[in-house]
Every structure is written in structure tokens, then in C-alpha cells.
């Protein structure tokens, strides 16, 4: 009995199992084919039109500005250095760093006792040579006294000899006066060779003796320099650095004691490109004198000095290229050699150039303009010149049109897009003006922006911070936007979400 009971109670439990399989298949296969049944519904398919920033093509004249950096140097700079060694005695109140000094004022002194010395020896020669030149100037006169006195007795015993001669012609005279006459004349005449020996000695001594004199005063010129060189003037107006002079300290020769900078001949060299260079060089192939504007950058305090272009360097150095460039300061107030500052020049004037944000243009060298029911067009242009965060281009069929300003890889050509223009926080029609309201509500919908507590910030940026699978971008992309007051919600519903709620 107990087993047909629960045989029984076996059979009812498989036949309630085995009915409810049979109704659930039912259920199945009735969805199924309901499923089937229905016919699919395509979305509707609507054309994504994207907000653009636009700026007016403008072709007119502008001057570009060429940037380069350099370094501010003197045009005169001279090397304070002792002419002879010694100790500095005497310095001037003024010889210190950054001391000014005017043209010709004393700076140094150094001992001038040996100079002095050695001038006052050479000025005792001159004394000695200036006295043998009055002895020797004496001893010519005597000496031409004397020789003229010998040529007067040599001119006697000529007269005499003749006489005697003349009178033994007659048969008067004897031939031993004749000879004695005759000794007697020429020993005359060997007297008067005698003094004509001596007025060439005279003579002779006269020239060694002005030698001597001018030797001497050679010798005077050369002391009285040595003695000049101790002390040290200024050669033009300038301010004083590197000064390392001290007195009754001993220096050498040629020793440099400071440096004289003239502050108010600036000039600034700076290096620029060929291509830069041929750009300022004018139409007789020589460099041009364009303005130059050079600015020192103090924590936001410019110094601005102003300019002109003057000369480039006579070649290129070594293991360097572009050239070398030179521009003489007119204006520099508050400038030192040495600074390192920004330099602008002007270019000559470029006509019908439109100048555009650098965005706008790709490295294709095109730009997006806006065409025909406010489509996209590609249109090439030529780059001119790079200005900053602009650029200078030109093209034909440009001037008037709106361009792209901001490129970004979802533009391209063909693409509709909704214009907004600088000033205006409205969408107008190329045509009409006014705001097309299918565009308008074709366009993808703003994010929605929450704000968030303090509290739910600081638990969102927690979990960022202490996500290891998270990139580095991702997590610095959205703590920039915790910063911020308001936050994407569609964002913060993520983190959330993956913080567990």
C-alpha cells in the first residue's frame, strides 16, 4: 500500500513537470514567431552638422616682423691694462665696478720713481751733448780762423817766392834766396793743409756731437713716455667692470686692471636663417636697413630698445649656419651688454595677403572654406610668412571668403557645418541672414553640465587618483575637469557607476 502511494505521488509530480516544459516551449516558440512577424523599424537617418568658428579672409597690406634672439654688446670696449710694472700708488675715487668715468679723467697711478729716474738721467745727457755741441761749434770757428790765417801767410810766401824769383831773373837776386823762398812757401801751403785737416775734424765733431743730441732727445722722448705710462686716463666716457685694482698692490706688465665699456654705443647680434636673410637683403644685393625693435623680458617688464639694421658678418663660421646679423641701438635705456633678448625686425610690406590662425591651415598647406549651403570646401593656399599664432597666406579666389579657423580630423570637404562667427554668438545664412532653424535642430545636442558638492568631487577624484588601469591622460583630463565648477554628467555617471554607485 505505502508503495502504490508513492508511485502514484511519482507519476503526478513528472506530469506536472512534462506539462509545464510543454507550456513554457509554447511560450518560446509564440514570441518567436511574434518576433519574426514584426517588421524592423530603420532609424531615421539625419545628417550631423557641426558648429564651426569662421573668420573673413581679408587680403590687404601687411608688413611682417621677423623674430630672432640675441645678445646686447658694446661697439667700444677697451681693456683698462698697465703700460709697465710697478705699484699702484694713487687710484681714482671712481675706480670701482660699474663706476663711471668721462674721457680723459684719471684712473690709476702707478710708481713712477724708476720712470722719473731714468728721465732725469737722459735729461743730464741731453746737458752733456748740448755742451760739446757749443765746444765743438767753438772748436770749428778756431778752427776756420786758423785756416784762413794760413791761407793769408801761404799767400805771402807765394808773393815772396815770386819776388825772389823775379829778381834772379834780373841777375839781382841769389838762388839760395830763391830756395828759401821757395821752402818757405810751401811750407805755407802744408800749413794751410794742416788747418783745412783741422776744420774737417771741427766739422766732424760738430755732426757726432748734434747725433749725440739728437740720440739724447730720443732717448728724452722715450723716458718721458715710460713715465706717461704710469699713469692710466680714460680714452673715451664709459663705465668701468672686471676692476681689479687695488692700491699699493703690484702689478705686471700689460696686466689688465679693468674694462672700459662705452654704455651708450649698443648694438645686438643675432643669427638668422638663409632664407630669413634673404628676405632683408635689398635689390643692390646688400643688406637692408629695416627697423629693429629688441625687448628684454623682465617678469612681464619689457625693456624695449629701438634700431636699425647695419651689417652682417663677413662669413660664415665653422660648423654654423645662416648669418650673422648686427643691428645698431639708437635707444636702449636700461640695456647692458650681455642681456639676451628678443629682436623683431620688419620685413618689407607683402601686398593682397590674407593673415589667418596657424589651426586653420594643415600641413597640406589648405584651408576650409565655407561653399554652398554652408559646406566645407578645401582650397590651397601659398604660406608666406609665420607670425606668432598666425600665418600670412595668399591665394586666388580667397579675399572674401569665411575659413575655418580651428581644423580638427571630423572636418573635412563636403561637410555641413554651422558657421559662428567672432562678435556674434548667433548662426546666420550666407544668403539670407538669417538663423536656419533645420540646422539648428540638426545640430547634436550640448553635453548636459552637473554641479557637483565638494564632497562628491573629493570622492570622485579619490577613485580616480587610486585607479591603477586608468591612463595617465584619462586620469589628468578629469581631474582638469574636477577644477572646474561644473562637470559633464554623462561623465560623472560613469565614474560613478564604476565606483559601485
Known sequence: MRFLRQSLSGLFLLSVTLGLLVYAGTLVREAVEARLSQEPRVPRVRERIFAVNVVRADPQTLTPVLT???????????????????QIVELAEGFEEGGHVEEGQFLVQIDPG?????????????????AETREADAALVLARDELSAAREQAALRETAYARQKDLLDRGVGTAASVETAELAASSARQAVLTRRQAVAQAESRVSQAATARERAGIAQAEAQRRLADTRITARFSGTLSEVNAIEGRLVSNNEQLARLVDPDALEVSFRV???????????????????????LDVLGTGLVGEGTLVRDSAAVGEGQTGRLLFARLDVAKGMKPGDFVTVEIEEPPLDQVVRLPSSALDAAGRVLVLGDEDRLEEMAV?????????VLVRADGLGGRDVVAERTPLLGAGIKVRALRPGTGQTTDQTTGAEPASQASARPEEPELLELTEERKARIRAFVETNDRMPKEAKERLLAQLDQPRMPANVVRRIEARMGG
Request: proline share 1%.
Open 114 to 130: 724708476d720712470a722719473q729716474l731714468a728721465l732725469d738721467r737722459v735729461n743730464s745727457d741731453i746737458l752733456d751733448a748740448e
Open 382 to 390: 601659398t604660406l608666406l610668412r609665420r607670425q606668432g599664432d598666425d
Open 68 to 86: 630672432a634672439f640675441g645678445a646686447v654688446q658694446s661697439r667700444r670696449e677697451l681693456e683698462v691694462r698697465a703700460a709697465t710694472a710697478g
Open 273 to 295: 636663417s638663409t632664407s630669413q636673410y634673404a628676405r632683408l637683403i635689398g635689390d643692390g644685393g646688400r643688406l637692408t636697413n629695416a627697423p629693429v625693435r629688441a625687448t
